[in-house]
């Protein structure tokens, strides 16, 4: 996932039976972002298919500008 144009580029995910957790930080010459997410499933009804598309949630978010630019929209109207 990093590319040569990253400076930095980190992220760290983690899971128990009901947390999901990820913390992601990359920077490039340009822009930088940071998203720590945390889920709770205190049922752990939503487990398995949270944990097929966390991971590729956070990614997406680093890399593709349209869907952050997305993701800031749907979390501020």
Known sequence: ??????????YKGGATLFVFT?????RTD????S???FI?????NNSH???EVFNEFM???AVNQNFRQRL???FTT
């Open 1 to 10: 996932m990093k590319k040569e144009t990253d400076q930095y580029f980190w």
């Open 22 to 26: 990820g913390a992601l930080y990359r």
């Open 30 to 33: 340009t822009s930088s972002i």
């Open 35 to 37: 998203i720590s997410l």
């Open 40 to 44: 709770n499933d205190p049922k752990a």
């Open 49 to 51: 298919w949270i944990g």
């Open 59 to 61: 990614l997406t978010a």
């Open 72 to 74: 800031i929209q749907a």
